[in-house]
Structure formats: structure tokens, C-alpha cells
């Protein structure tokens, strides 16, 4: 697999006066039949078998030692001798195949031996100790993933248990899943000797489990071919017509993507920027795609210019260059450098627009991220080795680890924390099958990428977990928003979380979560408290996100001290109560309580039409009385017109007051009118009346009063 583009009907590369080492030839992996594989020797002899291997090997590691590989297979070879391939092919082209494919992506030495071995264990007599007595604990550990992920049923009722399998043997050590990608590619080349309804099952499989995978890990090369597998067993006649679109446009004299190939030549080498430019041919399936977005297929839509530079601040340069000498589209340029995707991947993309109109795509990147880019966690080398120091430089998070690239420690998380193998695997599709994400900025600099349609929800669990369940709002682009909000690329979020212990989630948040991770913490914990974050009518309203949770004190004598503040006494030892999020109740009001689920007293205002409701569907009274406090917690709705800084302003006037911002929400503005609710801790009760009347005194404001309805709740 030829982890670099080429484009021999083009001029070589931009260079400089620096000199450059003549580049060793790639082997095409697409053409690689069993002679290239074999060597022109007898079929009882392969003496040059695993030279292929050794060439592809040191190309990237130079220095590596390969009497490992040597030793491997050397035992290899003996221990499948005999066994033959469905084709007719000796057995041990198939690992050599698979080994050949992770050397040219820049495998390390460990990888390379555990690959030449993974069927061994499986299809021979050899075993795991054996295995490990010679090559060592490292080796057996994937050599005994390999095998344990080929002994997993495919089949539509195991998903679930096999994705589980699959992630705990990547997440211990990415490589094992890295073979079985190699695996499965040389596999999927050799399907044509199965039956036909075989074939479709295999590559159903590929498509909807180890495709997906690919793309999460980065490994570009494996995916797009399997791709193009698949594409051409299940949709045969789509594939064959794309066959020919390209053949097509092969044979055409005038290419536009030559033309701005040598123009994009000119100006860099113009600009004394040292760079390789190449056209970079669509996949099978990425001009289907276009097929099918744009109808009629130009040229330029056939691929892409691919510009490789040698430092980070070069492609910037690059980029400056293009965008000055040639005509951009703007609308089509990312910065993927700056924030890269979760797979690792790094590039500049651009267009720019050819004399005839036809859009040329770029992508600009270094060498180095070329190579990340094609293969992913393969590149990056062996996980086990002490970092160099330019590695911990660049360490950030995502790239810290290379056995754990964010993602797959998400998805680890996800698998262990699910409440049940269905939640996982639904919540999983429902990933995989994402194919944008967008980046989001928390405060402090840092970044959040999510799904594309993901929700404020969705980007508190992303930051905080599972402390997410005390979430209360947030500030979208400094405003406040619910919780539903959908974010776009490039907004600024900050989840704005509560301070009461008993904070839980809603059962509504479910339908505003888009990842996994905060659809697995709420079903978890609503799968924990039965009966919460949910309810009917005016219960559920006296039981929502908007109420005060505190604990009832039993009776006691007139003169025992009351610990906490704002706390109601009920006729009911030992229960928990809620202040109602409909009426927020503060002292002095007249109240009255419910019981509800749970052993829960929901405390009312006795105007509250919640009341009237639960005495009408014969709900019994519970009584309600306030201890000795100072402090209280109330929701107020106040009503404006909407003009510039009206909130900083209403802000400022409750905290002059000292009322503490609880939670707050801003609806949308409605003919020029716009409808704000706080809840607020006010230190005294007797403060209440003062505040109204400050908020009241804001310019704007024509209404404030207390909450007599359910509100939206975060």
C-alpha cells in the first residue's frame, strides 16, 4: 500500500538547492500478485518471500533490526507448509500479504513479527507460550488479540458482544486491530474464489464494522480500498459505470488538474517555498460520491492537488501563496492543522478556481502528517517506546498516547460505562455513522469535537463527564442558551454547571444527546434512579430540573436549631422535599406538600394551580411548614424589549441586590419582546420585593413576577 501520491505523467516536485535522497520505488499493493510476493522461484521455495517485507521495512525504520522477522518466518513458513489458500496459493502468502501491507504503512518491528505469526495459533500447532518463548510477551499479547478477534461471530444478533471484544483487544494495544485492518484488506482482495451470497456477507461486514474503524483510527490507505472493495461486490454496476467515468476521463488531453499543478509550481517555486506538488486521484467511491452530489462530472473532479512541505509554518506559507497568486474559494477553506480531526489527521484544505470555472481542491500538509494522514496509529510507531523529546513537545492530548487516540478512549469508556450491550451498540452506530464533526472552544483556549448536530448537552459530558448531570445552562458565544442549543464549527461554549448536590439529569435530555458519551451517562443514571429525571403532569413539573432539593428535618422541639436555610418542615419524617420549580416558594409564603415518587414531598404555593390539580385527582395533602430561615431560592420571570446590553444590565442589578445567579434562560426574541427566567438565591426573603423592584427599574424591563407555570429547564 503506497502510503505517498504520485503522479508520473506530471514534472517532478518544487525543489530548492537543498538535495534530496532518491526515493526508494513503492511496491503497488493493488497489483502485488503471488510472483511479487514469491519471488520466480519453485513453488516449494520462497528464499525471497520476506525480502519484499525487509525492503518495505527498512524504508521507514532504517535502523530496525529484522532477525525477528527473520525468526518469524522462518516458523511461519514451516508451521503453515502444506496449508493452501482457497485460490491455490500457498497459506503463508496470506500473513506474508498482511505483513507486506503494514510495512509499506511504516509498522514497527513488533507489529511486522506479530503479523507474520497471527494465524499461527489459530490454524497450526504452534501455541501461544511458544510464541512467547521466542519472541516475547509483547508479540504473544497481539499475536493472542489477533486470534481472539478471529474467533468473533459476525452474525447481525452478536454486534453488540462483538464490537465489546473488539474494542477491549484495540484498547489494550491499537496494533492488534491494525493486523486485523491489514487482515481483512488482503482477504477482501482475494474474495473472487467465494461464493457470491459469501462475498456479500463478508463485505456487509467490512462496510458496517471494520470501515468505520478504519476512518476512527486514521489508517486512510486500508480504509479507502476496503472501500472500493466493498463498493465493487455490493453495487457491482455503480462501480462498474464509475470504472468507466474514470477511463474516460484518462484519456482526455486537456486536464485541468495538470494545468493548476504546473501553475501552483510556478508560484511556490516563484515564493522560494520547497515543496512537492502532485495530483492526488479521487478512490472509486469519492468520485461516486461526487457523482452524486454534483451530477455531471468535470475534470477537476476527478482529484486533488496534494502539496507536501517540510515544516508546519510551510504550509501556512503555501497557503498564503495560493490564496495571493491564484483566484480562492474561500467558502472551501479548513484549517485541520490548527485543530485536528479525532482520527489524528492534520491538513490545510483550499480550492481554487481554474480559468474555465472548474474548482480545484488542495490539501496541503507536511510529510509527516502525509504520513499520519494515510496511516494513521500505524505511524505512529511502537507504543511501548520511551517518547523522543520533539514527541512530547507535541504532545496535546489527542496525540499523547498512541495505543489511545482520543476517540478510542472515548469509545472505551463508552463500552464499559453502557448499562447494557443494545445501548452500546445503538449509541455506537449511531456514531460510526456520523461522518462530520464540528469543533467547538471552551473558554480556556481548549477545543471539544463533536458530531455534526451536537447539542449543548453533548458538550458539557464531553468536558466534565459525568458531573455533567449538575449542568444547569450554558453560554454559547458568551450568551446564555438551553441546553438544546446545536452548536456550529467555531462556536465558544462554556457549560454553566449548578451547586446543589442533588442536581440530576432530565429524561429530555436524551432527545437533545448526540454522542455516546452523554447518552450513556444519562441512561445510566436514569437506569440508577427509577422514577427520576421523569413524571406526568403537574408531578412531573413539581419534580423537574427547576426545583430545590433539601432534606426534611423530623419533629423536634420548639427550640432545636434548624441546619439548613430555607428549609420546609413536612409531616413526614425523614422524606426529601422539593421546592417546586412551577411556583418556587419562599418563606413567608403559604405552602402546602405532595407526596411523589420516591418518598419525595414536592412543597407548593397554595395558589400554585398544580394544587388544584393534584386535590383533583385526589392526591392527599401533606403538611408544610417553614423553619427558621433567612436564605431562599425563587424563580423570576421578568419581560423586556429587546435592546443592546439589557442583559449585563438586569445582571448587575440582581447582584447589587445580593441575589446569586442559580440558572437563567433567555428565549428567543418575539416581536421585539423578549422573556428572561432566573432562579436566584437571595439571602433574605424580606430582599425579595427590593429586587423586583430594582429588575423592574431597568431600562427595558415592563414586567417582573414570580414564576407561576412550569418552565423550560435545562
Not at 24 to 36: E, H, N, T
Not at 218 to 241: R, S
Not at 317 to 327: A, F, I, N, R
Not at 557 to 585: F, I, K, W, Y
Request: glycine residues 8%; charged residues 25%; negative net charge.
Amino acid at each position: 500500500m503506497s502510503a505517498e501520491a504520485t503522479n508520473p505523467a506530471s514534472p517532478g516536485p518544487v525543489t530548492n538547492t537543498a538535495p534530496r535522497r532518491k526515493a526508494r520505488p513503492r511496491i503497488d499493493l493493488r497489483r502485488l500478485g503471488r510472483a511479487a510476493l514469491l519471488g520466480p522461484t519453485a513453488r516449494d521455495r520462497l528464499p525471497d518471500a520476506i525480502g519484499h517485507v525487509a525492503e518495505a521495512h527498512r524504508a521507514h525504520h532504517p535502523d530496525a533490526d529484522l532477525e525477528p522477522l527473520r525468526r518469524a518466518w522462518v516458523l511461519a513458513e514451516s508451521s503453515h507448509r502444506g496449508q493452501m489458500r482457497k485460490s491455490g496459493e500457498p497459506y503463508i502468502t496470506h500473513p506474508l500479504a498482511v505483513t507486506l501491507i503494514l510495512a509499506e504503512l511504516g509498522a514497527e518491528t513488533t507489529t511486522l513479527t506479530a503479523s507474520l505469526l497471527h494465524d499461527t495459533v489459530e490454524d497450526t500447532e504452534v501455541t501461544l507460550d511458544q510464541v512467547g518463548e521466542e519472541f516475547g510477551a509483547e508479540v504473544r499479547y497481539l499475536v493472542d488479540g489477533v486470534t481472539k478477534l478471529e474467533k468473533v461471530d459476525y452474525g447481525a444478533a452478536a454486534e453488540p458482544e462483538t464490537f465489546r471484544k473488539m474494542l477491549v483487544a484495540t484498547g489494550s494495544d491499537v496494533r492488534v486491530m491494525s493486523i486485523k485492518l491489514a487482515d481483512r484488506l488482503h482477504n477482501m482482495r482475494t474474495l473472487g474464489v467465494m461464493r457470491p451470497e459469501k462475498q456479500a456477507r463478508i463485505a456487509k461486514v467490512t462496510r458496517d464494522v471494520l470501515i468505520p474503524l478504519a476512518e476512527r483510527l486514521g489508517v486512510q490507505a486500508l480504509k479507502t480500498e476496503l472501500e472500493d472493495l466493498v463498493f465493487a461486490i455490493l453495487h457491482p454496476e455503480e462501480y462498474d459505470h464509475t470504472r468507466e467515468l474514470i477511463v474516460d476521463n484518462a484519456s482526455r488531453a486537456d486536464d485541468p488538474l495538470a494545468e493548476v499543478t504546473d501553475e501552483v509550481r510556478t508560484v511556490l517555486r516563484d515564493a522560494d517555498i520547497q515543496a512537492e506538488v502532485l495530483i492526488r486521484p479521487r478512490h472509486f467511491v469519492s468520485v461516486h460520491r461526487v457523482a452524486r452530489k454534483r451530477g455531471r462530472l468535470r475534470g477537476a473532479d476527478f482529484g486533488r492537488l496534494l502539496v507536501l512541505v517540510n515544516e508546519d509554518a510551510d504550509c501556512y506559507g503555501v497557503l498564503g501563496e495560493l490564496h495571493t497568486c491564484l483566484k480562492p474559494v474561500v467558502s472551501e477553506f479548513k484549517d485541520f492543522i490548527a485543530v485536528p480531526k479525532f482520527n489524528l489527521y492534520q491538513s490545510l484544505h483550499t480550492a481554487v478556481a481554474h480559468t474555465d470555472g472548474q474548482v480545484v481542491e488542495v490539501l496541503i500538509r507536511t510529510h509527516q502528517m502525509h504520513k499520519v494522514a494515510e496511516a494513521g496509529v500505524i505511524a505512529l510507531g511502537n507504543p511501548y517506546a520511551p517518547p523522543s523529546e520533539e514527541q512530547q513537545a507535541a504532545a496535546d492530548g489527542e496525540r499523547a498516547d498512541p495505543t489511545r487516540p482520543g476517540w478510542l478512549s472515548r469509545l472505551l469508556d463508552w463500552q464499559e460505562g453502557a448499562p447494557d450491550p443494545d445501548t452500546f451498540w445503538s449509541t455506537l452506530r449511531e456514531d460510526l455513522a456520523q461522518d462530520r464533526e464540528i469543533t467547538v472552544f471552551r473558554p480556556d483556549g481548549g477545543t471539544l469535537g463533536l458530531p455534526d448536530g451536537a447539542t449543548c448537552v453533548d458538550a458539557a459530558y464531553a468536558q466534565y463527564g459525568e458531573d455533567a448531570h449538575a449542568c444547569i445552562g450554558a453560554r454559547v458565544n458568551g450568551r446564555l442558551a438551553t441546553l438544546s442549543t446545536v452548536l456550529r464549527d467555531g462556536d465558544t461554549v462554556q457549560p454553566l454547571m449548578g451547586q446543589d448536590p442533588a442536581s440530576e439529569p432530565s429524561r429530555e435530555w436524551l432527545e437533545h444527546a448526540h454522542t455516546p458519551a452523554a447518552r450513556i451517562a444519562i441512561q445510566r443514571w436514569l437506569a440508577a434512579h427509577p422514577g427520576s429525571g421523569d413524571g406526568e403532569g403537574a408531578e412531573a413539573n413539581a419534580a423537574d430540573r427547576g426545583t430545590q432539593t433539601v432534606r426534611s428535618a423530623p419533629p423536634a422541639a420548639e427550640d432545636a436549631p434548624t441546619s439548613n436555610p430555607a428549609t420546609p418542615v413536612v409531616d413526614q419524617p425523614g422524606a426529601t422535599v422539593r421546592l417546586a420549580g412551577c411556583c418556587t416558594p419562599v418563606p413567608p409564603d403559604e405552602v402546602t406538600g405532595f407526596s411523589v415518587r420516591g418518598g419525595v414531598v414536592t412543597v407548593h404555593r397554595v395558589e400554585c394551580s398544580a394544587v388544584a390539580h393534584m386535590k383533583s385527582v385526589g392526591r392527599a395533602e401533606v403538611g408544610v411548614r417553614w423553619g427558621d430561615t433567612t436564605e431562599c431560592r425563587v424563580t423570576l420571570v421578568a419581560e423586556s424589549f429587546g435592546r443592546p446590553h439589557l442583559l449585563a444590565d438586569l445582571t448587575e442589578a440582581m447582584a447589587l441586590e445580593g441575589a446569586e445567579i442559580v440558572s437563567a434562560t433567555v428565549e428567543p426574541p418575539s416581536q421585539q419582546r423578549v422573556r428572561h427566567t432566573y432562579t436566584l438565591q437571595l439571602p433574605d426573603a424580606a430582599h425579595l420585593p427590593a429586587l423586583m423592584r430594582a429588575m423592574r427599574n431597568v431600562p427595558g424591563v415592563y414586567d417582573v413576577s414570580r414564576a407561576q407555570h412550569h418552565t423550560t429547564a435545562f
